[in-house]
């Protein structure tokens, strides 16, 4: 199983965060001991339990990305996403671009 690290945003509801990233809302209360999941906040850092199948397609950059952070956050390369994307310089991305993350 992977884990990946979601950083709660403005606006994000925890049956929104399980549906992107395909999984249950009581998967993400139980692995964050969360005892009242509807109460999450911005900046809350959550760990999202996945099968690695579940990595989502695509990922929309946020300001502070790396490639390299967002590669460690779904289990993947810095390699894979490079060559998904056909990306020459893993150094330059844009926030608000959309990067896939698997086939």
Do not use: C, H
């Amino acid at each position: 199983m992977t884990t990946v690290i979601y950083t709660v945003e403005p606006g994000d509801t925890l049956w929104g965060i399980a549906q992107f990233f395909g999984v249950t809302v009581n998967d993400i209360a139980r692995y964050n001991g969360l005892a009242f999941p509807d109460r999450i906040y911005p900046g809350q850092r959550l760990r999202i339990p996945l099968e690695r199948s579940s990595v989502p397609q695509w990922y929309a950059v946020r300001p502070g990305d790396t490639l390299y952070s967002i590669a460690k956050n779904f289990g993947i390369t810095v390699n894979d996403i490079l060559s998904r994307n056909n990306l020459d310089d893993p150094n330059v991305i844009y926030p608000g671009s959309m990067l896939r993350l698997r086939d």
